[in-house]
């Protein structure tokens, strides 16, 4: 093989400069996730068109060749001459010479030209995996529940757009290509959540920060996003920085120690780097934020630390780990310990009928949405239709204003049935499932990520939600692209 094929083309370099600038954009704002999902669907295009180009080149190829051999070199000959094949084919007809040469030219372009341009296609990517499988075929369901939708078209196509968002998963399989390209767009995802902490912490000092976009920047320090998302986000990097920390050590510590050829001084330096920047990633979410899922997810990641960092025959004991973490951060952290205290009176206050905190409301909509289910439980009310479904449930009472249950599975069980629902949790077991088949670290991380992924959707709607959904499929899909193990 030449050195120039060896070379990444322009259409590689596109790929992954497409998928680098969603993995920093998912940090910033709906604005720059947009712009960056657009052009990962470039991106996936030229890869696709790419690949056609290479199949319909190498099979037109090798026809013409056989032919040409067949026509002027050796006429129509069977190619079957040897004694041997004779004797081993005698039970079986003679197909003729014409249809044999074709025959071989067709293989010869299946197996040589069409597996090289289908390598730039999903085939090869998604060999082993039931993750992007499981996507497609959940969002055809999607699509599908059109047909017996109680939604209006504008509330229809909004929803396609929210739940097309999964398909981060499979493109982001399909355009990263290798360990070293996957371990470029995490090192850009972890640098865009560095600089949301640094900016945090910027906010809390009383700084002022004219960069930061979000509403709640002065007055909770989430300077792009909202005070639930930002936590959730830091506590899933949290983890990945942790079951990387030798990549990151081995980065950072060159960044440090650059000039200096002692290895041990990077070493050090570079672990020092590390600590300080989870440290920074676990105070902030434990002390300055007020997002009750996100501390509830730091703790979640932090148990899967626990669990992977076991021995195998110890990992029973880790079920008691997130209740001492949980004791630790109630004694020490005082916003821990207001936004956990008010989840009994706020249960109270929706068993009194008032619908005015966080809790109430969540409660509200997942009683009306039991309720929607009911009435249609196996294939729901279609795309797009919780808000109708929701006001149909409450059977002439007082309710809320909302376009969705605050639960990712009550949400497509409402809109896509029994049916949608069984698919979203297919989802969910295939990413556990390839998570499985990978390398330590990125298995360990994966699974960290599905379970802060698993329990935000009990509590929220990542997956519909801008900005944050993009941050989930991103990283899963990232993962997914390390060494598999064989089976």
Not at 38 to 58: E, H, I, M, N
Not at 110 to 115: E, I, K, V
Not at 330 to 351: G, L
Request: positive net charge; proline residues 4%.
């Amino acid at each position: 093989m030449s050195l120039d094929e060896d070379k990444p083309t322009w259409v590689e370099k596109f790929a992954l400069f497409a998928v680098c600038c969603l993995a920093f954009s998912v940090s910033f704002g709906v604005a720059l996730v947009s712009v960056s999902c657009l052009l990962v669907v470039v991106a996936s295009l030229f890869y696709f068109l790419k690949g056609q180009t290479s199949r319909s080149d190498s099979l037109f190829n090798s026809l013409y060749n056989r032919l040409f051999n067949k026509l002027f070199n050796k006429g129509f000959e069977s190619p079957v001459k040897a004694e041997g094949a004779i004797k081993n084919h005698n039970s079986q007809p003679k197909s003729p010479a014409w249809f044999a040469g074709w025959s071989n030219a067709w293989s010869n372009g299946r197996s040589n030209g069409w597996s090289n341009g289908w390598s730039n296609g999903w085939s090869n990517d998604w060999v082993g995996l039931w993750t992007p499988r499981a996507v497609w075929v959940a969002l055809l369901w999607v699509v599908i529940s059109i047909l017996w939708t109680i939604s209006s078209w504008h509330q229809v196509g909004a929803e396609l757009i929210r739940t097309s968002r999964i398909l981060v998963i499979p493109l982001s399989v399909y355009l990263i290509r290798n360990e070293a390209q996957a371990l470029k767009v995490i090192h850009v995802w972890v640098w865009g959540q560095l600089i949301v902490i640094l900016t945090s912490y910027w906010l809390w000092m009383g700084m002022q920060a004219p960069w930061a976009t979000s509403h709640d920047a002065v007055q909770y320090f989430t300077p792009f996003s909202n005070t639930l998302d930002q936590p959730i986000m830091s506590a899933v990097t949290f983890g990945v920085i942790w079951f990387f920390r030798d990549y990151f050590i081995e980065i950072w510590g060159n960044l440090l120690g650059a000039g200096r050829s002692e290895q041990s001084s990077k070493k050090l330096k570079g672990s020092l780097a590390l600590y300080t920047v989870l440290c920074l990633f676990l105070v902030n979410v434990c002390f300055l934020m007020i997002g009750r899922s996100g501390m509830l997810s730091m703790i979640l990641t932090l148990t899967v630390i626990v669990w992977w960092s076991l021995k195998p025959n110890y990992r029973m004991y880790a079920v008691v780990v997130p209740f001492l973490i949980f004791g630790i951060l109630f004694a020490v952290s005082p916003k821990f310990q207001d936004r956990i205290s008010k989840i009994p009176s706020e249960v109270m206050d929706y068993k009194k009928g008032r619908l005015d905190t966080s809790q109430a409301i969540r409660l509200e909509f997942w009683h009306r949405s039991v309720q929607a289910i009911a009435d249609k439980p196996l294939l729901g009310s279609g795309v797009g239709s919780w808000p109708q479904a929701y006001v149909i449930a409450l059977r002439g009472e007082q309710g809320i204003q909302a376009d969705s249950p605050h639960q990712q599975f009550l949400l497509w069980w409402v809109e896509e049935g029994t049916v949608g629902f069984l698919l979203l949790f297919a989802v969910y077991a295939s990413i556990f499932r390839d998570a499985l088949k990978l390398e330590p670290r990125a298995k360990s991380a994966l699974i960290g990520t599905l379970n802060v992924l698993f329990f935000t959707s009990l509590m929220n709607c990542p997956l519909q939600g801008a900005g944050i959904s993009e941050f989930f499929c991103l990283i899963v899909g990232a993962l997914m692209a390390f060494k598999r193990l064989p089976d």
